[in-house]
């Protein structure tokens, strides 16, 4: 079964835990972005666990260097899943998934501003990632011209477990599951709604369809 990954982009804490509040029965993994964790430090994905620990937690640390270190902080903060940067070194990579095996945890290895993101992805989890976001970056989503299909025809490519992220919502979380994607994250379509809950569980109904 697909799962309902949520990007939370908010900037505090308790915005972040009354948002999951709100859509945790419809969602099975809850990142903390970026912005949030450099505004909160890893205090939120320790919050976080501590509040939903029957949920995966993910902290997008999108690391670029120092991987074994780095990933061994945010396990030991409570994180289940971190992310290193597709176009990090190979060692980077394999760093990291060797403090994920120290702690039973996992390694997503994302693919922001990679340019072969389908060759990546394989290569990643070669190396032993759980698995791959094909990411276009919020910058990149607001560049004229771009659509999600992108990701969609290059999950279908990679034959390798991979999540989409770049753009997720109603009108396109069937194709992504279609395309072979274990996982959809949404993020704007949830934390941006009028009501997260309802835009939540449509998603997760959606999914569920598809499976």
């Not at 450099?38 to 939120?44: D, N, Q, S, T, W």
């Not at 030991?76 to 597709?86: C, I």
């Not at 980077?92 to 403090?99: H, L, M, N, P």
């Amino acid at each position: 079964m697909a799962k309902l990954q949520v990007a939370i982009d908010l900037l505090s804490t308790t915005e972040a835990l009354a948002l999951v509040a709100k859509i945790a029965p419809y969602i099975d993994i809850i990142e903390l972005g970026t912005p949030l964790i450099k505004k909160e430090g890893l205090a939120v994905v320790t919050a976080m666990k501590a509040a939903y620990p029957d949920k995966l937690v993910f902290a997008d640390l999108k690391t670029m260097d120092a991987g074994e270190l780095e990933a061994d902080i945010a396990f030991k903060a409570g994180a289940d899943l971190v992310t290193v940067l597709g176009a990090a070194g190979d060692a980077t990579i394999a760093g990291a998934i060797k403090a994920g095996k120290a702690h039973g945890k996992g390694v997503v290895v994302d693919t922001i501003g990679v340019a072969d993101r389908v060759k990546r992805a394989q290569e990643a989890i070669a190396l032993g990632a759980e698995f791959v976001e094909l990411h276009a970056g919020l910058d990149e989503q607001w560049t004229e011209g771009y659509s999600i299909q992108v990701l969609i025809d290059e999950a279908a490519k990679a034959g390798v477990p991979v999540s989409i992220a770049g753009g997720v919502n109603i009108n396109n979380v069937r194709a992504v599951i279609k395309a072979g994607a274990i996982v959809a994250v949404a993020g704007a379509a949830i934390y941006g709604a009028e009501d997260p809950a309802a835009a939540a569980k449509g998603l997760r109904e959606a999914i569920d369809a598809v499976a």
